[in-house]
């Protein structure tokens, strides 16, 4: 009971048991049975329970009748009904895997180095209903007229499962290091992109898919950003029929999108053959200057004497 106009009001209902023949259920409510009095009203909620695997099609008709044992009229005021489109309750989420590539760098004079770079993700069905659902995935690929990421497809564990194409591709924008000059996270807002659609055409409960989106990342763009540490986003969004199904959790823009980011890092690579060549002559200019002290202090002549004397010394020894 939500509101009445009495202090005394209490509502009684019971539900017929039907067949999985009948797609009609009646149920029936007593209001102050056996005298609901004249000038009453009470306003109630019905509450119903659904099976999670109920099927009942698109729309559901609700069709309320008044009656009395007074065998009034029936009229328009005491008959109502309405149709409610029908949402099923599903419960789908992205999420990144720890396998992904964290971190790779370049050095800015290297004009034609490659890395390997893994983008992971993984979609789950974590609700108790079956559904197809469409993955969208946004990989750059350019940045500018320089290749960024030889990314030619995306591809799923389970091909019998889904079905991925290139839709489409969003231009590069112009002025690429102006624009990463306090955002240096190169996604499709400054690169260009390719759409990748994958049609999953029956996601069933508990399902994984694994999607791998691999590629080489090159060097050749590095000089546009003007940067020494960036981001390389991709991501992924799942969609269904909004007409059909509804995500239960609050925050269902949380699960239903993801990023999986990579470091890059830029550095300077250090020319050590100054340093070597360096070394090498203030060694042997040491080694001279050291040779010279010792020559002034007349080590060498000293030494020089002692060796004259031990071999007259020998000479003498043989001759006796």
Same mark, same amino acid.
């Given at each position: ?33 056996? /005298? ?5 009203a009470a306003v109630f909620v019905a509450t119903f329970d659904v099976s999670s695997n109920a099927v009942l099609g698109d729309r559901l008709q609700i069709i309320a009748n008044v009656t009395s044992d007074n065998k009034g009229a029936i009229t328009n005021h ?25 971190? /790779? ?79 240096? /996270? ?79 890092? /830029? ?28 020559y002034k202090a007349g080590f060498f002549k000293r030494q020089y004497k002692e060796m004259l004397e031990q071999t007259d010394d020998s000479g003498a020894?043989?001759?006796?």
């Amino acid at each position: 009971l939500f509101r009445s106009n009495r202090r005394i009001m209490f509502i009684t209902c019971n539900t017929a048991a039907s067949s999985e023949d009948v797609a009609l259920t009646q149920s029936s409510c007593n209001i102050n049975h056996p /005298i609901f009095r004249n000038g009453s009203a009470a306003v109630f909620v019905a509450t119903f329970d659904v099976s999670s695997n109920a099927v009942l099609g698109d729309r559901l008709q609700i069709i309320a009748n008044v009656t009395s044992d007074n065998k009034g009229a029936i009229t328009n005021h005491t008959s109502f009904q309405a149709e409610l489109p029908v949402l099923y309750a599903i419960y789908v989420i992205v999420s990144s895997d720890e396998e992904s590539t964290k971190y /790779i760098n370049f050095t800015k004079s290297s004009d034609e180095m490659r890395k390997s770079v893994e983008h992971r993700f993984q979609v789950t069905n974590l609700g108790q209903r079956d559904l197809p659902i469409l993955v969208t995935f946004r990989i750059p690929v350019e940045l500018g007229a320089a290749k960024l990421w030889s990314v030619e497809e995306v591809r799923v564990s389970e091909n019998q499962s889904a079905m991925c194409e290139v839709v489409a591709e969003t231009p590069s924008v112009p002025n690429v290091a102006e624009k990463m000059k306090n955002r240096p /996270i190169v996604d499709c807002s400054v690169a260009r992109c390719k759409k990748v659609q994958c049609n999953v055409t029956l996601l069933k409960i508990e399902q994984k898919l694994d999607f791998l989106i691999k590629g080489d990342v090159f060097s050749t763009w590095i000089s546009q950003t003007d940067q020494e540490k960036l981001t390389l986003v991709s991501t992924a969004e799942i969609t269904y029929d909004e007409k059909r199904y509804a995500q239960i959790d609050q925050l269902q823009g949380t699960f239903v999108t993801r990023e999986v980011s990579t470091r890059v890092e /830029i550095y300077n690579e250090y020319n050590y053959l100054p340093i070597i060549i360096g070394s090498s002559v203030g060694g042997l200019v040491l080694l001279a200057l050291i040779s010279a002290i010792l020559y002034k202090a007349g080590f060498f002549k000293r030494q020089y004497k002692e060796m004259l004397e031990q071999t007259d010394d020998s000479g003498a020894t043989a001759a006796d």
